[in-house]
């Protein structure tokens, strides 16, 4: 409750701030206001990758189920934010190069194929049952997740000129009156994550003790 | 300025679907467990029954 109260508030300050108070880029104009959930988006994504990853390092070592369900539930949120970065992407892109995808640019390709990496996390985990589908899904979060960096590092081992890299070794490309707006968008993100993520959890949660409940009525009955 | 709005709108009303489904997912889940609760009640309800009705109740919080 008290998490999903401040993400409300990180949210809702950070769309006020990124669209009145931020100032507007000098090079792209108005059309750069995408960059603040477009980015934080991105990297919600790469979280959400990375917590699946982690979460079936957990499950393989230790073999509890809560961790299946974390893994499941993130790569779920991580393939949400990724669709939500590629339609807002495009957006910017048809608005400052003219057209809605680029396949020369290493980004845009190599981030299509981590959308459809986790895409198939779900046709296999829909492929296998019980104790097998969760192994598998756990084998695949965590194989998977190396495309991440792959996406991540493209852009900058290929030069790519169509694409801007806004964060270098030598800090953000941006002024700190916009940073501090990303911030606070990056930490909604963040936020809204870890709240849909404790959500689905404790459905989750009460599904099974559902489940379970219908079994002993069930037995009951019988 | 209209990318950007579409950009916005896009975000938002994703993110609205989403936990609107997340709302109706846990209004099911909450008549469902008042349904098994009565049900439970007819019978006779026993103590590991009794943690899981309160278990599967809590999401309904």
């Given at each position: ?10 949210m ?5 701030g ?22 934080a ?14 979460a ?33 992407g495009s ?5 400052a ?10 980004r ?7 959308i ?11 492929s ?7 192994r ?19 852009v ?49 949660r009460?599904?099974r ?14 | ?18 936990v ?14 008042e ?25 309904g919080?």
């Open positions: 409750m008290v998490l999903g109260s401040a993400t409300a508030v990180l809702a300050a950070s769309v006020i990124l669209f009145l108070v931020a100032p507007e880029d000098t090079d792209q104009g108005a059309i750069q206001r995408i960059f603040y959930f477009h980015v988006i991105a990297i919600g994504s790469m979280i959400a990758f990375l917590v699946a990853c982690v079936g390092v957990l499950y393989l070592r230790r073999g509890t189920r809560v961790w299946d369900d974390v893994g499941a539930v993130s790569a779920g949120l991580g393939l949400l934010f990724s669709a939500l970065t590629v339609v807002t957006i910017w892109a048809k608005g190069w003219g057209t809605w995808w680029r396949w020369d640019d290493p845009l390709v190599t981030y299509l194929i981590v459809l990496l986790y895409a198939a996390y779900f046709v296999l985990r829909s296998a049952e019980g104790d097998r589908r969760e598998y899904s756990a084998v695949y979060a965590i194989f998977a997740f190396a495309a991440v960096p792959l996406s991540f590092y493209a900058r081992v290929a030069e790519s000129f169509i694409h801007p890299v806004v964060f270098t070794e030598n800090g953000a490309n941006m002024p700190g009156s916009m940073l501090i707006w990303f911030v606070v968008a990056q930490v909604g993100v963040v936020g809204l994550f870890a709240t849909l993520l404790q959500l689905e959890l404790l459905q989750r009460a599904q003790a559902l489940d379970d409940l219908k079994l002993r009525i069930e037995a009951l009955a019988a | 300025m209209e990318y950007v709005v579409a950009a916005y709108a896009v975000i938002w009303f994703v993110l609205m679907l989403y609107v489904g997340v709302g109706l997912r846990t209004a099911r889940l909450t008549r469902e467990t349904l098994m609760a009565r049900v439970l009640a007819e019978h006779g309800e026993g103590p590991a029954e009794g943690r899981a009705a309160d278990e599967a109740a809590g999401v919080r």
